[in-house]
């Protein structure tokens, strides 16, 4: 691990420790507390968990250091701007949700060779804007301590899973449809990104 | 034996999730699905362009499904940002015909080429058909499933297109796209009349 991925993981832990106390309500309500609702929240979030899908999908491209790099800092930047976004109010555009989304799935779509160091911060900067939106979107205040962590554990499970999958076939066609899911979920950000401009 | 427990509870929330994240998130993906496999003109289309795909061999076998998607969604993009397309209809039943003729006679065009044709036609779909939502549905989720179903065509139209590794399966293959382009012709001869 770089000196700036260490940098990165400290600010992370600091930030962590800076979370409110207690959420003040919650997006999805499971019923086993406020852990499962983070962590149901994204995988029933399309906007948020396919980013990470194809940031998974692209780490498992490139190789089995770059998956354990976004396993590390994925979550490392969820907990880090969930903290941020739940003092700080964020009111971006629903455009910005599709910019995610169209961003790394083309990464992936292209297999872009990017170096270890890259997809780190990457993972740190896709994690931390993902995080700072879900837990400062003015109608999911649910930001509380064990509901972010019930997200980043989500993500902690879901980055080595896809990533995995992907780094242990070395057969051509398993590649490519790992490029094809990355191509859908940019043709899905390229058409949020049309619903969101879409004039009235 | 409780991580069974969470697992079957989490999965029975999504039920009562869904309309917190974003009502008609359901009804939108349903609909995205069911879309492109009711539309006719799409279907035939898409299963030609796996086809066509299997026949041409790789790269073009693979390049196809990597970026068919994202040229679409760019034509759906124009849709919903109210560009108009002219002949959109006219284009799509022209997708048919030409594209089944590709198969009928195994053309093999340069790759740049074949690549160029298979674009244009797909944003004429993705302008068509990319767009087309129901009130009160959810355009993210729409969007996955239209994305998802078009590419399953694409797959099944690859599968389709392996017959061609056996010689009867060349013959069955390019009978398939002598329908393919009998049936854009039909749509052709409805949208120019």
Do not use: C, K, N
Request: proline share 6%; no cysteine; glycine share 12%.
């Amino acid at each position: 691990m770089t000196a700036a991925e260490r940098r990165g993981l400290l600010l992370a832990g600091l930030l962590i420790a800076a979370l409110p106390a207690r959420a003040a309500g919650h997006l999805v309500s499971t019923g086993l507390g406020p852990v499962y609702d983070g962590l149901t929240h994204l995988l029933l979030s399309p906007e948020e968990l396919l980013p990470a899908v194809a940031l998974a999908l692209l780490a498992g491209l490139r190789g089995a250091v770059h998956g354990r790099r976004a396993l590390l800092l994925l979550p490392a930047g969820w907990l880090a701007g969930g903290a941020i976004g739940a003092s700080l109010p964020l009111d971006a555009g629903p455009w910005v949700a599709a910019l995610p989304l169209l961003a790394t799935g083309a990464l992936a779509a292209a297999d872009a060779p990017l170096r270890p160091v890259a997809t780190a911060l990457l993972a740190l900067a896709l994690g931390a804007w993902l995080g700072l939106r879900s837990s400062a979107a003015a109608d999911a205040p649910w930001a509380g301590w064990l509901a972010l962590a019930g997200a980043a554990a989500a993500l902690f499970m879901l980055v080595p899973i896809v990533a995995a999958l992907v780094v242990s076939r070395r057969a051509a066609w398993a590649r490519v449809a790992a490029r094809v899911a990355g191509s859908w979920i940019a043709a899905v950000g390229l058409l949020q990104l049309g619903w969101s401009l879409r004039p009235d | 034996m409780t991580a069974s427990f969470a697992l079957a509870r989490a999965a029975a929330a999504a039920a009562t999730a869904l309309p917190h994240e974003g009502h008609g998130a359901a009804e939108g993906l349903l609909s995205g699905l069911l879309h492109p496999v009711t539309g006719a003109d799409h279907v035939v289309a898409m299963l030609a362009v796996g086809m066509w795909g299997a026949q041409l061999g790789a790269p073009a076998v693979w390049l196809l499904p990597v970026t068919f998607p994202m040229v679409m969604a760019a034509g759906g993009t124009l849709a919903l940002l109210g560009m108009p397309l002219p002949g959109v209809e006219v284009g799509i039943a022209a997708s048919g015909v030409l594209l089944g003729a590709m198969v009928l006679f195994e053309a093999r065009p340069p790759l740049p080429l074949a690549a160029a044709l298979v674009g244009l036609f797909a944003i004429f779909h993705g302008h068509a058909h990319g767009a087309e939502l129901a009130p009160g549905e959810s355009g993210l989720t729409y969007s996955i499933g239209f994305v998802a179903a078009t590419g399953a065509l694409h797959a099944a139209g690859i599968a389709l297109g392996l017959l061609h590794r056996r010689p009867a399966g060349r013959v069955v293959l390019r009978a398939a796209g002598a329908l393919i382009a009998l049936a854009g012709s039909l749509f052709l001869w409805r949208a120019v009349t």
